[in-house]
């Protein structure tokens, strides 16, 4: 059984950083891509960033390229998302995901497993 378990999110400052990851078990971590996803009261899980098996190709959110950074160590099963210059509308739930098939891919309906999220709060 494929298991998500993210950590790192908490309340910070607009302006501040954060750094989320999230361990995965029970699948061969390295030959699938991963990706991060957030999700704010009232609206719709949103793509973020996803990164492919290898590290090599990653992929953005228009909204937090140049921001955000994910990158994985295939050593440690882990993802991670570096998030910098947080404004208050980050504020969200944040997701890890594992996908279906492969390859790096941003709609919620091709990944598979979730993670249970981390709440990140980002004040004003």
């Known amino acids: 059984q494929v298991q998500l378990v993210e950590s790192g999110g908490g309340l910070v400052q607009a302006g501040g950083s954060l750094r989320l990851s999230c361990t995965a078990s029970?699948?061969?971590?390295?030959?699938?891509?991963m990706g991060w996803f957030r999700q704010a009261p009232g609206k719709e899980r949103e793509f973020l960033a996803a990164i492919s098996y290898s590290g090599v190709g990653t992929y953005y959110l228009d909204s937090v390229k140049g921001r955000f950074t994910i990158s994985r160590d295939n050593t440690k099963n882990t993802v991670y998302l570096q998030m910098n210059s947080l404004k208050p509308e980050d504020t969200a739930v944040y997701y890890c995901?594992?996908?279906?098939?492969?390859?790096?891919?941003?709609?919620?309906?091709?990944?598979?497993?979730w993670g249970q999220g981390t709440q990140v709060t980002v004040s004003s």
């Open positions: 029970g699948r061969t971590f390295s030959s699938y891509a």
């Open positions: 995901a594992s996908p279906v098939y492969r390859g790096a891919v941003s709609k919620v309906d091709d990944y598979k497993y």
